[in-house]
């Protein structure tokens, strides 16, 4: 996820809210079964479809590539070994420390042996599988960035094919790094390129609800086919960006929005672990009725998830790790 201290301001207006959609989405994951429902709470059949709704990772990388292209001078003056080791310092070894308290709190039925504790350190626990992802993610294009200057229409090609071959294979890891390596490469190309997008962001913002529609509710899958949810991430991302990029013409960030977007890292690493001892370990849901419940954990989940992670951020342990 890459969060740096000096941002673009649509990067700090964009970043708060994709991730406050990452909060939302997870509070209705329950309902679409990406999460078990072991105390039977009753399901809202509307409520399946917001889990994907709200969750836009798509956006987060193509955020990570358009933030790499703004800083690409600095990036060239490192060399790619120094560039890989402050990545890991910023994005790997945070996701070793976070898993290691996911999986104390969360799934300590996972420390049966060294082998399945250095897995899920490796892979990253729960919903920090991102950072592996983004780290791999960043390297890559770094390593190909030549390439992609040189070549950058075949290089997006290249990197959907490489995609759709992993994706066939289904090697798992090499599944996930590949499935958003065309989100990186598309916002590193898109940087300093961004006034169509601009100019149709709510046009695109449209099509893509659209798309969304039509991909959730075809059950049958008789219109859908495998890389339509795919283009419908590439077109929500562009768009919010190009949103983003319209209120940053209008209005300079406030205070309170820079403060959000400090947080945001932190508050992306505590938010699942929230989430999931509020609807697994305490009775909330026996007092709440289910269409409500969601949206109760969400309202508490979002204030505790940047609160946590700006106390984390007033000490110096967790300004290394997530400053």
Known sequence: MAFQSKQLNEIIFLRPLLIVGVIIGHCFAIYSGAWKNTFGIEPVWFYQFLN??????????MVSGYLFAYKKDKYLASSTWNF????????????????????????PELLVDVKTVI????????????????????????????????????????????????????ITFLNVVFH????????????GKTNIIEKYSLLLLFLWFCIFIVYLFDVNR???????????????????LGVALKISRKYTPI??????????YGAYIFQQ??????????????YCSTYFLPWVIAVISIFLSFLCSKLLLMTKVGNFLIG
């Open 84 to 107: 890989i080791f402050m990545k890991f310092k910023r994005i790997y070894f945070p996701c070793f420390i976070f898993s290691i308290l996911y999986i104390v709190i969360l799934q």
């Open 52 to 61: 994907p709704f709200f969750i836009h990772l798509g956006a987060f990388v």
């Open 180 to 191: 958003y390596l065309p989100f990186i490469i598309l916002g590193y190309l898109i940087y």
């Open 222 to 240: 008789i219109i859908s086919i495998p890389l339509i949810g795919t283009f419908a991430s590439f077109l929500a991302g562009i768009a919010l």
């Open 273 to 286: 672990i929230i989430i999931m001892l509020i609807l697994y370990h305490t009775p909330l849901y026996l």
């Open 255 to 264: 205070k309170f929005v820079n403060k959000l977007n400090d947080e945001c």
């Open 119 to 170: 897995v899920n350190l490796l892979k990253g626990t729960g919903h920090l599988w991102f950072l592996p992802m983004i780290f791999a993610n960043f390297c890559l294009l770094k390593i190909f960035q030549p390439m992609i200057d040189k070549y950058p229409i075949t290089s997006f090609i290249c990197s959907l094919a490489l995609f759709v071959v992993v994706s066939v294979l289904s």
